[in-house]
């Protein structure tokens, strides 16, 4: 038999399912599914699962425990250079520009380097920070650390699991980083994927130096 029980203090906008028993005023709730937007000014204690189809904006978050999340890699979402936007795929590795916007890199060993972009390989990120941004601006999203796919340039060295990776000259992609002096401060992350030659996607251990 299905319960559901709502008393004062909730407002919500669109469906809201619950499988199984639940209840809502200051007691405990089973399982609650989600779908579509839901704004709750209340607390809300749950024993079981909460799922829900879309995304989870949060402004604060107070958890006593383990919070388990989907995704890979920890990202941040960054302006881009409008002009480069339709380049910009997943496992792109962006620069900075002069103006402070990403684009994709173009050069090797690149001190402005700033990152992956995020969602490659059917891996997409587990948090998104800056995510509250106006639809007007173009970004992407970033990963600062965790695991994420990049694109890579094995046509200058081979790439072994745990080579370092740096910006290339090939547009776009990374490749290893075989001189020390020069890779300082240009530094994407650590390769956890091999490729012996020519271009490719590798799941890449994300670490700016």
Do not use: W
């Not at 004062?8 to 937007?37: K, S, Y």
């Not at 998104?128 to 994420?148: C, D, E, F, H, Q």
């Not at 060295?157 to 240009?186: C, Q």
């Amino acid at each position: 038999m299905k319960v559901n029980i709502f008393e004062g203090g909730f407002l919500f906008t669109g469906r809201i399912t619950g499988e199984g028993p639940a209840r809502f005023g200051g007691t405990m709730v089973n399982d609650l599914q989600v779908i579509g937007d839901t704004t709750y000014d209340s607390n809300l204690k749950v024993s079981g699962n909460i799922t829900v189809n879309g995304d989870v904006t949060l402004s604060n978050l107070k958890v006593n425990g383990d919070v388990t999340l989907g995704g890979s890699d920890c990202a941040e979402k960054f302006d881009i250079n409008a002009r480069e936007s339709g380049e910009i795929e997943p496992g792109t590795v962006m620069t900075m520009n002069e103006d402070g916007l990403l684009t994709p890199c173009i050069q090797e060993y690149d001190k402005k380097v700033a990152g992956i972009v995020s969602g490659a390989g059917q891996v997409k990120p587990g948090i998104i920070l800056g995510n509250t941004r106006s639809s007007n601006i173009k970004t992407v999203p970033i990963a600062l650390m965790g695991k994420a796919y990049c694109k890579v340039d094995a046509t200058h060295s081979a790439i072994e699991i745990g080579d370092l990776l740096t910006t290339s000259p090939t547009k776009v992609y990374a490749m290893k980083a075989e001189d020390p002096f020069k890779a300082f401060g240009a530094v994407i992350g650590k390769a956890l994927g091999s490729i012996k030659e020519g271009i490719g996607l590798i799941p890449v251990l994300v670490a700016l130096q």
